[in-house]
């Protein structure tokens, strides 16, 4: 075997050990179930932790507003740790999908935010992944 040879193999083992480790975190680690406080006037802990909160900030001079998305309510902050972490908050207005962040554990906390024209939006949806919790969601009317 050549060294172009070993050099494909190599990479291609470290490919395969890649997406394995991938899929096996996704498969192990991820947990997809949309979840939904079960009094959302009057939630616990738990809940105010994972829910999204949505925060309209300044208008720039182009139009756009800033929104800001941080997961985690009345002064909970979710964790980041290398088991319990958020890996994606998404923003949609009106329906329609504006962005979405991907989180790493740890060295990530659970915010992002968006430049978003406004104008005409009626509703905005935040989302967020916790890899043990589910995925949670909040609106907030604009």
């Given at each position: 075997?050549?060294?172009?040879?070993?050099?494909?193999?190599?990479?291609?083992?470290?490919?395969?050990?890649?997406?394995s480790?991938?899929?096996?975190?996704?498969?192990?680690?991820?947990?997809?179930?949309?979840?939904?406080?079960?009094?959302?006037?009057?939630?616990?802990?738990?809940?105010l932790?994972?829910?999204?909160?949505?925060?309209?900030?300044?208008?720039?001079?182009?139009?756009?507003?800033?929104?800001?998305?941080?997961?985690?309510?009345?002064?909970?902050?979710?964790?980041?740790?290398?088991?319990?972490?958020?890996?994606?908050?998404?923003?949609?207005?009106?329906?329609?999908?504006?962005?979405?962040?991907?989180?790493?554990?740890?060295?990530?906390?659970?915010?992002?935010?968006?430049?978003?024209?406004?104008?005409k939006?009626?509703?905005?949806?935040?989302?967020?992944?916790?890899?043990?919790?589910?995925?949670?969601?909040?609106?907030?009317?604009?």
């Amino acid at each position: 075997m050549n060294r172009r040879e070993a050099l494909k193999v190599a990479g291609t083992i470290a490919l395969m050990t890649a997406v394995s480790a991938e899929a096996k975190m996704t498969e192990e680690h991820m947990n997809r179930m949309e979840m939904k406080p079960k009094d959302p006037a009057n939630m616990e802990k738990g809940e105010l932790k994972h829910t999204p909160q949505i925060t309209i900030k300044e208008k720039d001079s182009k139009g756009y507003t800033l929104v800001e998305i941080t997961t985690g309510q009345g002064g909970i902050i979710h964790p980041s740790t290398p088991d319990h972490w958020i890996d994606f908050i998404s923003l949609h207005a009106d329906g329609k999908l504006i962005g979405k962040n991907t989180l790493e554990p740890e060295v990530s906390r659970g915010a992002t935010s968006f430049y978003v024209k406004l104008d005409k939006v009626k509703v905005l949806k935040a989302t967020s992944g916790c890899n043990l919790h589910g995925i949670w969601s909040s609106t907030l009317t604009v």
